[in-house]
């Protein structure tokens, strides 16, 4: 097959090796006999296969070559040369139980009728290359529609029609190219994944092995002993040195240097590039020293400065694990569930629900975890998870899984798995939810980086020619003392150590952010716009009356079924004020029911067309008697029956949390609903209202302000602003004991918590000056730390204890300052 847009590393055809003449193959094996294989890496010996002319140690990794080169993506081995997996000595891995339906079950995160989307541990997840394959899986089978990979958790998040590829044949294709997914049926619910892999340990075990017996090796030279008495020992020790010295750097430090080689192909300059240039003239320096017999090197500064380092990115992995886990795992959104038991429904929060719950699920409800549909129709909208915006119809006995949003009336659902919380992040972080928005600081943290290193190398060489005619020992010191001593680390970690931790205080405080660069947008507004229902009032303490002619109790279960299957907070409040009684299903069954978004509701129950809204939204015919907007109308066939008349109670510190932000920006106030409260809300918003406005309004409005350079909050209910939420700058849901949460939005706001607003603002205000801060500690460090090893006055042993330090210092000022703050703050 000829190759298409292959980089010349593959661009021919490939006969297989089997067509080589025997006498060619002969002779070639031994022209390549002590070669690598051209996949991994690895030492061919004597199993030495030959395609053309590259090598493999294996047939597995001939194969995988064919499949990347016939595929036209041989650009896999210019990210990294050795970014193949060895499948030496591997068993062909059986995934027949793939096959067995519960066990795609529990696998599975989503299925309808063509997609099916499943998530993977990959533990061999290692390097740009791996991320390079792992999202062009669709090039390799024509069934993957679509992956995305994350690093950090080495997970990959893979969408494929099953119809194409089976379950089974894609996991036998992830393992045909070494990639063979971590499945234990076992422990799938444990959410404690591993935080690095396994090969870290061992190189910082090596490396901290070796730096003790370099140490142990070196004391006669500590000591200051005569090496004309004992010279065969002073050799001897330093040949051992050398020995142990050697999987310290090609072992322990092999990260580094591929970091480094990596960035130097790309034409880029990584932080890793001062420190593999540092190690590298460390060792081989030491090396020439030792053979030379010219003096003992600097091999216990070589094996500090490698073991230092990864105990500073242990020490790094560990901190951000328990800080992901925690927003993963242990918080939740603030939104609620409705759990039906012993007869009653009840809204509990989303860590309280279990498998085997029946929960009922409304109109424009979240879907919270995988279930199986028990009673309703159901209308699901997948598209928070396919991004497409169709619905899905489901039967009773059917399957419904999480992230699905009910389009349609009210539904009772039994839960086959706990809520996962992870599982829903990684879908509000989906980049079809994700605005596009520069982050200042991010920009700066990037911009320091590209010079940083640059300004180091500059330095470490601009030093070595100072030094070199002088002294060329303290040349060999100054030189490597200012690549390991500089550190940009503070610019690296301080965004997600800070942010992180700020991240997880509010989530603790039920206000729970979407990810980091939210802290910003909500730092930085200049206007403020609010929705009035479920935002400014509370759902259940309005006072309500019905005006009209008096309802009997048959005629309020008709009302009681159309309202409750609506999530909408005056929909709600009719319920409660008809005593939210358990209905007959099969007596007040609603056909043809229906939400006009900012209108009203309808359906069909005991064969009564019944209208529940604004007098916009009764028959026309009837609204044309009306002498004002004075409630929410009750159309029952022909019929106006009366009004329910609602009086609106504010939610508690409205007053204080508009005092601080209009210190701030300008307040807006868009609202569906009449103007009957205007007079009540005009000391606040002056005359920025607007009412009666659709959701198209609402979003409009938002544009128009950033159209004018402005930077908006928009605070909401999530239900009939969806749109406008999405459009602002940063979008806040609140939620009160309701499940109304939406991927447009940035935060989730418990509505308990909404007196707090201003301290949660200010808190994320002031983390942003504590990254500036860590900014300002680096600057500092790398400047003084610089103006010591310029001097030659700082041993490479020292600098290689400070560069971690400062590592391991980032990570604790930013956690203790976070902490600190929070504390300052009352969070």
């Not at 004992?230 to 322990?252: C, E, K, M, R």
């Not at 729970?512 to 303490?541: A, H, P, W």
């Not at 008809?578 to 209108?599: A, C, F, S």
């Not at 004075?630 to 022909?638: A, C, E, P, R, T």
Request: proline content about 3%.
């Amino acid at each position: 097959m000829l190759l298409k847009n292959c980089p010349t590393k593959c661009n021919f055809t490939m006969p297989v090796a089997s067509q080589l003449n025997e006498t060619e193959s002969q002779k070639k094996h031994e022209m390549v006999k002590d070669t690598s294989c051209h996949h991994c890496g690895e030492p061919c010996e004597d199993s030495t296969i030959l395609l053309e002319d590259k090598t493999f140690c294996c047939q597995g990794c001939k194969t995988v070559y064919e499949v990347l080169s016939d595929n036209g993506m041989c650009r896999y081995y210019d990210l990294d040369e050795q970014a193949g997996i060895s499948l030496k000595g591997r068993k062909q891995e059986e995934y027949a139980f793939l096959d067995d339906a519960e066990v795609q079950e529990k696998l599975i995160d989503f299925k309808d009728n063509n997609t099916t989307r499943v998530t993977f541990f990959i533990p061999q997840m290692h390097c740009a290359s791996c991320i390079w394959l792992l999202e062009k899986l669709y090039k390799l089978s024509p069934g993957v529609t679509s992956s995305k990979v994350n690093f950090v958790k080495k997970e990959a998040y893979i969408t494929y029609d099953h119809h194409t590829i089976q379950l089974r044949q894609l996991v036998e294709l992830l393992s045909s190219i070494g990639y063979a997914p971590a499945i234990n049926l076992s422990n799938l619910n444990d959410e404690d994944k591993p935080l690095v892999d396994r090969s870290f340990y061992y190189k910082l075990g090596v490396a901290g092995f070796a730096f003790g017996n370099i140490m142990l090796l070196s004391f006669p030279e500590y000591l200051g002993l005569d090496k004309t008495m004992d010279s065969y020992f002073f050799q001897l020790f330093g040949y051992l040195n050398i020995i142990l010295a050697l999987p310290i750097v090609f072992y322990s430090g092999r990260d580094y240097l591929k970091s480094a080689w990596l960035g130097l192909k790309q034409a880029t300059l990584n932080i890793d590039v001062p420190i593999s240039i540092g190690i590298l003239t460390l060792f081989f320096r030491s090396v020439f020293e030792i053979l030379t017999h010219t003096g003992a090197g600097f091999l216990d500064s070589l094996a500090g400065l490698v073991f230092f380092l990864l105990i500073g990115k242990w020490f790094q992995q560990r901190t951000y694990h328990s800080i992901s886990f925690e927003r993963d795992y242990q918080s939740y959104f603030p939104i609620a569930a409705n759990l039906i038991k012993d007869g009653s429904i009840k809204a509990v929060t989303l860590d309280k629900l279990e498998a085997g719950d029946i929960i009922l699920v409304k109109h424009n409800e979240l879907i919270p975890a995988d279930s199986i549909l028990l009673k309703g129709e159901a209308q699901v909208d997948y598209s928070f998870v396919t991004g497409e915006a169709e619905e899905v119809h489901r039967q009773t006995g059917d399957k419904i899984f999480a992230g699905g949003r009910q389009m349609g009336g009210s539904i009772e659902l039994s839960l086959t798995r706990k809520v996962s919380q992870s599982y829903l992040t990684q879908l509000w972080n989906d980049e079809a939810f994700t605005k596009e928005q520069g982050s200042q600081t991010s920009k700066l943290a990037d911009k320091v980086g590209k010079i940083f290193t640059t300004i180091i190398l500059l330095t470490a060489f601009t030093t070595l020619a100072y030094w070199l005619p002088r002294d060329m020992n303290i040349a060999i010191n100054a030189f490597t003392a200012v690549l390991i001593i500089a550190c940009p680390c503070a610019v690296a970690l301080a965004i997600p150590f800070i942010f992180g931790n700020a991240i997880r205080v509010l989530g603790r405080h039920h206000f729970y952010l979407k990810n980091t660069s939210v802290i910003e947008t909500l730092s930085n507004f200049q206007s403020v716009v609010f929705d009035k229902t479920g935002t400014l009032t509370r759902r259940q303490k309005s006072s309500i009356e019905f005006i009209g002619t008096p309802l009997d109790e048959h005629e309020k279960n008709i009302i009681q079924a159309i309202t409750q299957a609506s999530n909408h907070p005056v929909s709600q409040q009719i319920v409660a004020w008809l005593g939210n009684t358990e209905l007959n299903d099969h007596i007040y069954k609603v056909d043809n029911w229906e939400e006009v978004i900012g209108k009203g509701v309808q359906g069909i129950v005991c064969q009564r067309n019944i209208k529940i809204g604004s007098s916009q939204f009764i028959d026309k015919h009837l609204s044309g008697k009306l002498e004002d907007e004075k409630g929410v109308y009750i159309q029952i066939n022909h019929e106006i029956r009366g009004y329910f008349r609602i009086q609106n109670h504010f939610r508690d510190g409205i007053w204080k949390i508009a005092d601080y932000l209009s210190k701030k920006a300008r307040l807006y106030l868009l609202s569906g609903d009449n103007d009957r409260e205007q007079h009540l809300l005009a000391p606040i918003f002056k005359g920025n209202m607007f009412f009666r406005q659709s959701p198209k309004d609402k979003l409009g409005f938002i544009k128009d302000l950033q159209e004018q350079d402005e930077k908006v909050l928009m605070l909401g209910d999530g239900l009939n602003d969806a749109g406008a939420l999405k459009q602002s700058d940063a979008g806040v849901v609140i939620a009160e004991d309701t499940n109304n949460f939406t991927p447009a939005c940035d935060a989730i706001l418990h509505a308990e918590q909404f007196l707090k607003l201003p301290t949660f603002l200010e808190f994320a205000r002031r983390s942003i000056k504590l990254v500036y801060m860590a900014y300002g500690f680096a600057l500092i460090y790398n400047i003084i730390g610089l103006s010591f090893a310029v001097q030659g006055t700082l041993s490479p042993i020292v600098a290689a204890i400070l560069m971690p330090l400062s590592s391991i210092s980032i990570v604790l000022f930013g956690m203790m300052t976070s902490n600190g703050l929070a504390r300052k703050l009352g969070l």
